[in-house]
Structures are given as structure tokens and as C-alpha cells.
């Protein structure tokens, strides 16, 4: 928010002055996001009711629909947005940021307008919606936390993509031939730790540029995987391509609750595997010895080999561990999504969730609330097809990453990285 400057005074001597410095660019973003919402609804006004369905039909307590006129319900969110962005404005006038929260409830009430609009006649199921969004954030959840590890470690994690997809393949081929999907986890986690392997050499040993590393990982990778599933699975799809899968596990009396039951407590392993990842990560980061010395070598790794830490062996495990993390988000797509694994089925989750590791300043937490955004918005396209919105179905389709775009270059623009992120260090 501030700045020195140098200042000369009249005597001669230079003097240090401070330079204060408004931050406009996510009021911008929240202007322009409701200015589009009010020409939305302008050019396309949709009039009725539209219907919040609270429950399905396995709640143990059903709730009952909330009903809500379309014009008057819309109008009245608009005003709350225009209250909120006037107050981004007014705290980057006295130079202070937008806060998070001030951006999360402009995301909510925008995201429920948005719905209102699109509901129009129709019904939203909010349980469904949230519960979709929370399945289809796993894989980018997983690779969130991988490519905050590396990158903290110092290491730039381009290569996301490419464990998702050889952790998907590894897990599909193991599953299938064991008849054990614990197997086919393993060996997703395995198939992820070898790409990071390959990411760590050449990273930190022979010091080649970490972007162009990830990017050809990425391509040799889905070359790999292709290439094997024509020549292996697709001609043996019986005996290696029909992965034994997890099913749902319901947690008695949790399940029950109301909307949150069912979206957080009748998940499968994977899933639970998720929620315990996240809390383990966020703890271990700032609470222990290991997360202490992987912040070390990756925000000033001179200092740390000063004190004893051997900062690429430190680097290296840390870049294999993020492999593995990142290996057991690929397992969803075939031990949980798809019966059997398909050619480029990751379909680019690996960049959503590296732009979900810089959205969330490569912080555990905040990486796993902008995964949980972007599968959101995957989610809502589904539905916006079901609800037959005015909306082109290519938009549709390119809801989810217009969704990331706007979350890094809108908000995480002024973000910086570790500051040794995607630096070799040699040692002197």
C-alpha cells in the first residue's frame, strides 16, 4: 500500500518520503462485474418466481422451497452489489485493500442474483448444486495443495496437468488388474511422484527453467498416457481399463443435516481423503518443523543453508511429496467420476488449479476455497443448461475459466509469490 521515495530537500540532502499508492484494481473488477449483471438483466429481463429447493428426497428433515419473485429479488441484489462496490471504492480511496471478506459477500450475493435471474420459472436444487460443486473440486483441490507445496519449496509446479493425468491412468490400470481401488490409489500417488521426479532433476539439479520443464511434462505426458490407452487399454478394456471404484460413505446423524449434511458427509474416500489432506497441510505449513524449513527454502534459501538446512534435498522431497498430493487428485477422475479412463480426461484442471494455488496467495486454505469456486462454477454450467438460460451454451462452456480468469487477473494481480519461487539456488 506504501512506498518509499526519495526526495531531494533544499539543502541537498536526499530525505525518504512516503509514497502511498490506491489499489483500484478490484473495485474495477466489482464495478464492471455489476454493470454486466444490470445489462444482463436489462437486455434479457426474466419475470416469475423463482424456486430454492432447501432438501432432496433423502433429507431426514425436509425443508421447505423458498420461493422468490424474479424482478424485485434481482433489483434488491443489485443494490447490495452497488453498496459493496461503493464500498471498495471508499476504502481504496483512503488507500487500504479490498478485503476478502468484502470480496466473498460480493461473490455470494452476486452468485444468488445470477441464480434468481437464471431460475426464473424454473427450480434451483441447492443441495445438488453445492454437493456437485464439492465433488467436481477434488481433483482441483488435490492439485491446489500440491502446487502450493512446490511452490513454497521454490519450485514452480507447471507440471499439475501432467500428474493429474498419469495418476488417473496409474489408478484405472492398478484398480482394474487388483480389483482394489486402495491399490489404484497408490498407485495414482506412484504415477504422481514420477512426474514430479522428473520435474525436481531438472528443476533443481541441472537448473533448467522450471516453466518449460512443467509445460513439456505436461505435453510428454498426455502423449504417454494417449498412447498406452490405445495400444493397452482400449484393446484390453476388460481386463485393464474397468477400474473397481469407491463408493459413497454416509456418516450417520451428519448426513442428516440440513443442505451441509449430505454435501460434506456422504462423500466417498476420496473425498473424506480431501478434507483431511487440507486440515493436515494448513497445520503442518505453519505449526511444525517441516513447514518451517520448506517456507525457508523457498523465501530465502541463503538463509537457510546458513542455518544448517540443505535446501535442494529440502526442495526435492517437498517436490515429491506436492507429485503425490497432486497423484490422488487424479485418482477421482477414474476411481470415483468415470467408470474407466479416457484420453486427455483431465480436460486442463491442472492450470484452473495452479491459477487456484495463485488466487489463493499459495496458502492451503485460501487454495482450497478458490478450487471449491472454480468447481462451483464448473457445476454451474450444468445446471444453467438444465435451468435452458437465454445464455449461448458456448458461454456455458466457458464459464469455468472466465470464472479464473476474472479471480487472477481481477484479485490476484497485486499477489506476490515466495520469493524465491522458480529461482535455482546454487550454493556458493
Known amino acids: 500500500m506504501m512506498s518509499l521515495a526519495q526526495t531531494e530537500a533544499a539543502d541537498g540532502t536526499v530525505q525518504l518520503a512516503t509514497v502511498k499508492e490506491r489499489h483500484l484494481k478490484a473495485p474495477i473488477v466489482l464495478a464492471v462485474l455489476t454493470v454486466l449483471l444490470a445489462l444482463l438483466f436489462l437486455a434479457v429481463p426474466r419475470s416469475g418466481t423463482s424456486t430454492f429447493r432447501l432438501s432432496d428426497q433423502s433429507s431426514a428433515f425436509a425443508l421447505p422451497d423458498v420461493a422468490l419473485p424474479t424482478s424485485s429479488t434481482f433489483w434488491f441484489v443489485f443494490a447490495v452489489l452497488v453498496v459493496i462496490t461503493v464500498a471498495s471504492f471508499l476504502r481504496a480511496w483512503v488507500y487500504r485493500l479490498t478485503s476478502l471478506w468484502l470480496v466473498a459477500a460480493y461473490g455470494v450475493f452476486a452468485v444468488f442474483g445470477f441464480l434468481v435471474w437464471a431460475s426464473a420459472g424454473g427450480l434451483v436444487p441447492v443441495t445438488s448444486l453445492l454437493f456437485g460443486a464439492v465433488s467436481l473440486s477434488v481433483p482441483l483441490v488435490f492439485g491446489a495443495l500440491g502446487g ?80 498406452l490407452y490405445g495400444a493397452l487399454l482400449a484393446p484390453n478394456e476388460a ?19 440440513p443442505i451441509i449434511g449430505p454435501v460434506l458427509f456422504n462423500q466417498t474416500f476420496i473425498g473424506y481423503l480431501m478434507f483431511l489432506t487440507v486440515a493436515v497441510v494448513a497445520w503442518g505449513l505453519y505449526r511444525t518443523r517441516w513447514g518451517l524449513r520448506l517456507r525457508a527454502v523457498g523465501e530465502h534459501p541463503q538463509a537457510a543453508d546458513t542455518v544448517g538446512i540443505k535446501v535442494n534435498p529440502t526442495r526435492f522431497w517437498n517436490v515429491l511429496l506436492a507429485g503425490a498430493i497432486a497423484g490422488m487428485g487424479g485418482a477421482y477422475f477414474t476411481l470415483v467420476s468415470v467408470p474407466q479412463f479416457g484420453k486427455d480426461m483431465t480436460a486442463g484442471l491442472g492450470f484452473i488449479a495452479l491459477a487456484a494455488v495463485i488466487f489463493g496467495r499459495w496458502d492451503p486454505i485460501r487454495a482450497t476455497l478458490a478450487a471449491l469456486l472454480f468447481g462451483f462454477a464448473t457445476n454451474l454450467q450444468n445446471l444453467l443448461s438444465i435451468l435452458k438460460t437465454p445464455i449461448p451454451g458456448e458461454f456455458m462452456l466457458m464459464l469455468p475459466y472466465v470464472v479464473t480468469l476474472l479471480a487472477v487477473a481481477g484479485f490476484a494481480g497485486q499477489i506476490k509469490a515466495p520469493a524465491a519461487d522458480g529461482k535455482p539456488y546454487i550454493k556458493s
Open 148 to 227: 502450493v507445496i512446490g511452490e513454497r519449496a521454490g519450485v514452480v509446479n507447471v507440471a499439475i496437468e501432467g500428474q493429474l493425468l498419469l495418476g488417473a491412468f496409474s489408478a484405472a490400470l492398478l484398480s482394474s488388474i487388483t480389483g482394489n481401488p486402495f491399490v489404484g490409489l497408490i498407485g495414482a500417488m506412484v504415477g504422481g511422484v514420477l512426474v514430479a521426479s522428473v520435474l525436481a532433476a531438472f528443476a533443481i539439479k541441472y537448473l533448467v527453467e522450471q516453466v518449460i520443464v512443467g509445460v513439456v511434462l505436461n505435453v510428454l505426458v498426455t502423449g504417454l498416457t494417449g498412447f
Open 239 to 257: 481386463e485393464l481399463n474397468t477400474p473397481v471404484r469407491f463408493t459413497r460413505i454416509e456418516i450417520p446423524l451428519l448426513s442428516d443435516i
